[in-house]
């Protein structure tokens, strides 16, 4: 039965981890895998989350099932600290938790696979190397466009919206929220505006990506364009992640919401999200999700977590600006935002990091801002430099 199976290749992201573990020099670098790190090199358990997680050991009774679409009121504070109270009223608007952000991706793809069979999925390139592949396991077809220029290290949206231009009408368009992975450069809000109105103009459907929310410049700034473009179009989607900004990782915490033309089109897509999760996982894990509603409910907790959440983000943007101001071909870096910086390197300049350094990072060049340490950020660019352009 399985032999006429091909051989699937192992994921390079994470065989990154394994290939680290081996390796024993004190002063290896892993900047693989998008976590946070402190300057030990640890993904510590956050205060705010371990103090959650005892009031819920205290005072939960039950592990009895919830439903196909989660905890509703994980689902609610969540949508009051993302969207803000008034949208999340919005009863165009519907939301489900999903395991992580992949969860909530693959259940929004699967909504559209079943609403719109044709529908093709433009993603940017270069991307999350999972974007594709979720939306193809679903059944629709990806096409790339352009967003990068790597000789600028900056979007370049004339080329998308170029190549966008052949996009029909219904198709979805995969926009990274904020903190694009793996390039962190950023939409100006005046670009962002621009990709808002093509899609309106053009009947669009963006499906936003939202993972590192607060890791850019703030809980407020890094959802700004998210809700520009819920306001301005009549349909969207938003997998939203709860896996960074809470350090909730392996606990995989996601919500999707939908925003339908219509209340009614809202009640109709929340049959079919509800009936499309039973399918898939029944029902989501509910320990991280009960942790983040713990949070968002109690206010001194919700402060604590505001403030270890600001910590990380300072963290990552220090190590951005002393990257930035330690070689002119990092530069870009001290202006881009969330966990990733790509590298000009080219994969045998990657490999050759590796085995003579102990630095670890994608094939593709990108790395992982917060692996890296303040004590030994000189090494790193001396180490990194004879192969960067002068
Ligand atoms: C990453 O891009 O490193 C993270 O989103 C982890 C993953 O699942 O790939």
Redesign the pocket.
Known sequence: LFDGLTRQPADP??GLTALFEADRRPDRLDL????FRDEQGATPIMRSVKAAEGRLLERQDTKAYLGTEGDPLFVRYLADLVLGPERADDPRLTGIQTPG??GALRLGAELLAGARPDATVWIGTPT???HAPIFRQAGLSVRMHRFFDPSRSDVDLDAMLADLANARPGDVVVLHGCCH??TGVTLTAAQWALVVRFCSTRGLVPFVDL?YHGLGDGLEADVAPTLALLEAMPEALLAYSC??NFGL?RDRVGALWVQGATPGSATLVRGHLQALARSMWSMPPDHGAAIVREILTESVLKEDWKAELETMRGRINGLRAALAALHPALAPIGRQRG??ALLPVTPANVAALRVDHGIYMADSGRI?IAGLRTASIDRFVKQLGPFLPA
């Open positions: 992201l994470l693989g895998v998008g976590v952000g992949t999350w190397p999972n992975n793996p993972a896996d960074k990782y966990m990733f992982n």
